[in-house]
Nanobody
């Protein structure tokens, strides 16, 4: 059974940091890329970052470039999203998901985690 489980969310003040984890089971990172998405109340879901473990390529949405870093530990089948210099606008539920390619649209992601809440206070 394929499963993605996020953790690491919480409440942090603006300027603070959090590290999200996405633990995958039932598949290998050689098979899929892992993307991070977020959805704030009343807003559409947006892609935040993506990593292709076989070749190490990473992608970032413009508003998080320079603040967020995605990485993977293939031995642990876990992808991390290190989030620094957090802003209130980063408040959202963050989900990780698996797809064939980081260029995939949201509806092309096969598997999704349940999400973890990130709240940034001003």
């Amino acid at each position: 059974e394929v499963q993605l489980v996020e953790s690491g969310g919480g409440l942090v003040q603006a300027g603070g940091s959090l590290r999200l984890s996405c633990a995958a089971s039932g598949f290998s990172f050689d098979d899929y890329v892992i993307g991070w998405f977020r959805q704030a109340p009343g807003k559409e879901r947006e892609g935040v970052s993506c990593i292709s473990s076989p070749d190490g390529r990473t992608y970032y949405e413009d508003s998080v470039k320079g603040r967020f870093t995605i990485s993977s530990d293939n031995a642990k089948n876990t992808v991390y999203l290190q989030m620094n210099s957090l802003e209130p606008e980063d408040t959202a539920v963050y989900h990780c998901a698996a797809a064939d390619d980081c260029d995939a649209d949201d509806d092309e992601y096969y598997y999704w985690g349940q999400g973890t809440q990130v709240t940034v206070s001003s």
